[in-house]
């Protein structure tokens, strides 16, 4: 007869049915079991600095695996310190499974360490949540919540394992264990309003199409590529779903940006929407009235939010793509895309002459560049920041699916990402180079997981455009209140360096155009978790802010 602690029945259950290799997580006691079992198992903890951290490298590991990322984390402050990084997953639709001790239940309502009701917290911002209160049933709450954050929409759950069922024992013989890993079951659109789609996308003389995380999600790489060389349709990705279509494709507006999406949308007669929400950043859907509009989703809330549809198709997005690849015909839209190419490049023309010419001090868009140039359109990149995401996005190249990302631009907003993600992506994908350009002010929140890359060995380069300043915020203060009213938003000058290689990672300092692409060659080579702290014009101002300024008037 074999008897496994409740804490070596989670490890056990994670590792061999849903085939977990690797945890994000901070220690505490009310989870002590469960890291015990890890060492049983060989599940491999990335033990963080901040609880905030594990669940953004689960969230990055999420976007660069086929499996949902784990985060196991104590509970009180534990719990607490995980909400940002959660709700961020939340509003980015990431399957994230956070596990969280609980105070014990034997002792509710008695005044135990660290007793809450966690629950209520984070109801509103998870698919799903629950508490296991019997041993025998942790394979099926953690299968319960594997299935919830797969299934449709994909998202975060959470599940409460109280420290009464983790450190007491169980007969294995009694236990039954879910047949098999969770799975995600995926549905096709209606097939008569597939018909109606195509013939619409077959008539349209100026077609667009704009698509986001939907894309990565539901792996519909292959078959959106087919539609689109199919139809000839002028295509923008967005969030995790860019790359999909490489952005140096011929049918790729990314070298346009905002200023592509904003020309194409308000010209277009068909705009084919595919797993992407019409929320601020594209107006509420309300830029482009002219255009008869497809939404494809597999959430049905979201084929008529904000904007209706002409045509709703709910479904798995790579299989609805795989049913229009069969109904749409051959087309050459090459005249409207020049169009639009000669319409929208001299917006961005003089972004791109900044992005060419060395500058003293070094404009954000040449410090992009000049960081694409060493590492290579190869790379992994995640932006950090406010201005620094605007000329992150705008001047780097996506070859793959996911391959530049920006949280901080999504809906939540979230400042703090860039190193957690980067590391995330890193164990993710060891075998990809990973850089990390963080805007200065969004450093200083995750700072302290350099210690976690270092003890860890997770090489990644992190370059700091460093404009000593919470630049957005600086330059929306001048906006709105004259270059004198300027309060709370000025860093200075600090070597953040200096913090990396304390830690034990490889730290530069840059001033001069000349000297970015060596320096940032020698932390590639280092083999070490680097910081390239540079320093950039602290007066230039992305259209981004100016975005948000407005936006923000707009609500008063």
């Excluded at 969770?182 to 309003?193: E, H, I, Q």
């Excluded at 001033?511 to 014009?537: F, H, M």
Aim: with cysteine.
């Amino acid at each position: 007869m074999s008897e496994l602690f409740g804490g070596h029945l989670v490890a056990k259950y994670l590792k061999e049915v849903e085939g977990v290799s690797t945890v994000f997580s901070l220690s505490g006691g009310h989870i002590d079991k469960i890291y015990d079992g890890f060492l049983e198992y060989g599940v491999r903890i990335i033990d963080v600095r901040h609880e905030q951290a594990a669940a953004m490298m689960a969230h990055a590991w999420s976007i660069h695996q086929d499996h949902p990322g784990v985060c196991l984390v104590t509970a009180g402050p534990g719990f607490t310190n995980v909400l940002t990084g959660l709700v961020n997953a939340y509003l980015d639709n990431a399957p994230l499974v956070v596990l969280c001790g609980v105070s014990p239940i034997r002792d509710c309502q008695r005044g135990a360490l660290q007793e809450m009701n966690q629950l209520d917290m984070i109801k509103n911002v998870v698919k799903w949540s629950g508490t296991c209160y019997d041993i025998k049933r942790i394979p099926e709450y953690i299968s319960i919540a594997f299935r919830h954050a797969i299934s449709g929409r994909p998202g975060p759950v959470f599940l409460e394992l109280p420290p009464d069922i983790l450190s007491i024992k169980v007969d294995e013989a009694s236990l039954v264990y879910p047949k098999k890993k969770s799975a995600a079951y995926k549905t096709p659109a209606d097939s008569d309003l597939v018909k109606k789609a195509a013939a619409m996308i077959n008539k349209a003389q100026r077609p667009f199409i704009i698509g986001g995380s939907g894309v990565s999600f539901s792996k519909a790489d292959k078959e959106l590529l087919k539609f689109v060389e199919k139809t000839g349709i002028p295509t923008v990705l967005m969030n995790n779903g860019r790359g999909a279509v490489p952005d140096d494709h011929p049918l790729s507006l990314w070298d346009g940006g905002q200023m592509a999406i904003m020309t194409a949308a308000s010209q277009a007669d068909v705009i084919i929407a595919l797993g992407i929400r019409f929320t601020w950043l594209l107006m509420f859907g309300q830029v482009f009235p002219q255009a008869k509009v497809i939404r494809v989703d597999i959430e049905p809330t979201e084929i008529d939010r904000n904007r209706d549809s002409d045509i709703g198709l709910v479904g798995d997005l790579g299989l609805v793509l795989k049913q229009l690849n069969s109904e749409v015909t051959k087309k050459d839209h090459s005249a409207w895309v020049k169009g639009l190419r000669d319409a929208y490049l001299p917006l961005v023309q003089d972004e791109i002459n900044a992005r060419q010419a060395p500058s003293d001090p070094i404009h954000p868009a040449r410090l992009v560049e000049q960081v694409r140039k060493a590492a290579g359109d190869d790379a992994i990149y995640v932006i950090d920041g406010g201005d620094t995401c605007y000329f992150g996005l705008m001047g780097l190249k996506a070859k793959e699916t996911s391959s530049v990302i920006a949280s901080a631009s999504g809906l939540f907003g979230c400042l703090g990402t860039g190193i957690p993600f980067g590391i995330g992506t890193k164990v993710a994908r060891p075998d990809k180079t990973v850089v990390v350009i963080n805007g200065d002010g969004s450093f200083g929140f995750n700072a302290m997981e350099f210690d976690t890359a270092v003890r860890h060995k997770i090489p990644f380069v992190c370059v700091i455009c460093n404009d000593q300043a919470w630049g957005m915020i600086k330059h929306g203060q001048e906006l709105n209140y004259g270059k004198d009213r300027v309060i709370g938003s000025d860093l200075g000058v600090i070597h953040y360096e200096k913090m990396v290689e304390a830690l034990g990672g490889h730290g530069e300092f840059v001033t001069k155009d000349e000297e970015i692409v060596p320096a940032i060659k020698r932390a590639l080579a280092s083999g070490k978790p680097a910081c390239v702290n540079v320093l950039t014009d602290p007066t230039v101002t992305s259209p981004a802010t100016l975005l948000f300024v407005d936006s923000l008037k707009m609500q008063c």
